[in-house]
Structure formats: structure tokens, C-alpha cells
């Protein structure tokens, strides 16, 4: 029988400004949650039309962004460009260095785009590959109900109750599940031993382990739970008495055992190679020679 994955800590996501007038709900990456290889930060993003992500750098991480409601663009120093609608992914591999916008899509109707965005770690040997892009769309993410059909779980990458995620789609090994938890649902969800793993609620409230042991804690929407290494499953249910679903991400991903220096979106593993980034991307070299004169369409 599965060991219960206890919890280091849960605590509520930080609501900050980023960008243009965008409003982010930030839990790693503040100085509550930093050293938690391989994440860099989570950010649970609201943007409206007018606001958004206008041209900014990468290099030396990878990018997950989810849409969960609303669509967003992109477009990049090499022209490329996309949109991801509700439902879908984009793993963005930054590589030796991107610059890139990412605004909402024009005909939305007013209303918020919401959605997460998760920066990974970079293992050292691949902090200045080229960058790359993929996309995972909605219809290719496979769904499994579990416990009766109370619960629903998206498995955007990774393995859920004999279900596999379509493929590998970051560098750096993650699991992203998707948890929609009906009232009474009750999930036991295994995890690759000794990763980090967290668990973000979107909505609802629900209750992290395993039911008749200690160390059971509620965990309610906009928190960040973080669990320990130890353990083989995360134990989660909503209550049966409560009045609507609870939706929560399940994210796990393998520690790297390297250094890690971050100034803003450069994230390396030196002060040096930080400094060379910042250098790099103020005099168009090294991977962001075609940063020179660029600006983008969606980010004026
Ligand atoms: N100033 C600044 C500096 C560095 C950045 F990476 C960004 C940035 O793009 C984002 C930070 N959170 C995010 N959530 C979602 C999306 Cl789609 C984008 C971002 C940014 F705005
Ligand atoms: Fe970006």
C-alpha cells in the first residue's frame, strides 16, 4: 500500500503585479518557496486585454504555460508565433536565450485569460541549447476517472491510474496533473520516489492524507502545498459535505543537483554566467543576436 507523501508546507500564493497590468498570484519564486529544484516559479496569471507579458528575454530555463481560461499569443525574436487556448500547453525551452511576447489574443471578449505558468530548471549541459517550443493541445491530453467517477484527472504529462501522458514535452522529467475532485472524491495518486512535488488549488477546498493517519491539513484555493521527498503517493479528497468541486494541479519533477543564480528571467548557475546573460542581451550576442531591432507585433 502507498506511504502518504506528508506535507512540508502550504501556504497562500502571493498576488503581485507583472508585466503590463497584468496580475499574477505568484507561490514559487517568492522568498517563501525558493531552493525547491527543479521549480523556479509558479505563477497563477490573470490578464485582460490591453495588459500582458510585452517583449522580454529568457535563457536557461524552461516555460509551461497552461491556459485555463482565454487564449494568449506569442511571438518571438525569430518570428515564430502561436496562440494557446483554454485547454491547451506551451513548453517553451529557452535555451541559450529567447525574446518573446506573450499577450492576450485580441478577440477575446473583455473577460480575463487566466492560466499558470511554471518555469523549470534547466539541467546545466542544456542552459545554452537552442530554444524550442511544443505544444500540447487540449484534445491530445487523456482524461481518466477515477473513485466512481467522482474525480477526473487530466494527465498533461506523466502517468495516472494506468493512463500516460501523450510524451515527453520539457528536458528537464516533469508530472503535471490536472484534478478535478467532485464532493467525496477521494484520489491516491503515486509519485516518481524522491522528486519534489507540489500541489496548487485552483478551486475549492481540499484535504491533503491519508485518512485514520496524522498529518492530515486542509488545503484551501490560491494555496501552495508542498510536500515532502519522502513517501510514494499524494493522498487528496473533498469533503463530503462540501458544495462544489475542487480542482487542483499535481506537479512533480526531478531535483537538480546544481547551483542556481537567477536574475529575473536569466537563470544560470554562476554569477558570472548571470552577468554574461544580462551583457549578452544588451549587446545582441551569444543567442540573442536577433534581439537587435526587434519588436514585437503583439507587444505594441
Ligand atoms: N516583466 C517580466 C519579466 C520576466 C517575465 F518572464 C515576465 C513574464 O512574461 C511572465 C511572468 N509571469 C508570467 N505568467 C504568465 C505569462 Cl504568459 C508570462 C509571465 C515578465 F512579464
Ligand atoms: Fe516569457
Not at 542552459?127 to 494527465?155: F, N
Not at 506523466?158 to 472524491?185: C, E, F, M, N
Not at 458544495?243 to 526531478?254: E, F, N, P, S, Y
Not at 537538480?256 to 548571470?274: A, C, K, T, W
Amino acid at each position: 500500500l502507498a506511504v502518504p507523501r506528508t506535507i512540508k508546507k502550504a501556504f497562500l500564493a502571493v498576488e503581485q503585479s507583472e508585466g503590463q497590468g497584468a496580475r499574477v498570484r505568484r507561490s514559487i519564486g517568492t522568498p517563501s518557496l525558493r531552493n525547491f529544484s527543479p521549480f523556479l516559479m509558479l505563477d497563477h496569471f490573470s490578464v485582460k486585454p490591453g495588459a500582458g507579458f510585452p517583449d522580454h528575454p529568457h535563457r536557461g530555463q524552461e516555460t509551461i504555460t497552461y491556459l485555463l481560461e482565454g487564449a494568449v499569443d506569442h511571438e518571438d525574436f525569430t518570428g515564430a508565433s502561436g496562440t494557446i487556448n483554454a485547454g491547451d500547453l506551451q513548453f517553451m525551452t529557452a535555451g541559450k536565450g529567447i525574446q518573446h511576447a506573450e499577450m492576450p489574443h485580441q478577440n477575446t471578449d473583455g473577460s480575463a485569460n487566466v492560466g499558470l505558468q511554471l518555469w523549470v530548471d534547466l539541467p546545466e549541459k542544456l542552459k545554452y541549447c537552442e530554444p524550442r517550443y511544443r505544444d500540447l493541445r487540449a484534445a491530445e491530453i487523456p482524461q481518466v476517472d477515477v473513485d466512481g467517477g467522482k474525480a477526473t484527472i487530466k494527465v498533461i504529462s506523466g502517468q495516472s491510474h494506468g493512463v500516460d501522458s501523450v510524451k515527453d514535452l520539457a528536458y528537464t522529467p516533469v508530472w503535471i496533473l490536472d484534478v478535478t475532485l467532485r464532493p467525496g472524491a477521494k484520489v491516491v495518486q503515486p509519485l516518481p520516489q524522491g522528486w519534489n512535488a507540489f500541489s496548487y488549488v485552483l478551486e475549492g477546498d481540499v484535504i491533503f492524507g491519508k485518512e485514520g493517519e496524522g498529518n492530515r491539513l486542509p488545503v484551501g484555493q490560491y494555496h501552495n502545498a508542498v510536500f515532502n521527498q519522502e513517501g510514494d503517493a499524494v493522498y487528496v479528497e473533498n469533503d463530503p459535505d462540501a458544495i462544489k468541486d475542487a480542482r487542483l494541479v499535481i506537479v512533480a519533477g526531478t531535483p537538480l543537483d546544481q547551483e542556481v543564480v537567477q536574475y529575473g528571467p536569466f537563470v544560470l548557475n554562476s554569477r558570472e554566467e548571470v552577468v554574461q546573460a544580462i551583457t549578452d542581451f544588451q549587446t545582441h550576442s551569444n543567442g540573442f543576436e536577433r534581439s537587435e531591432g526587434w519588436q514585437s507585433e503583439i507587444g505594441k
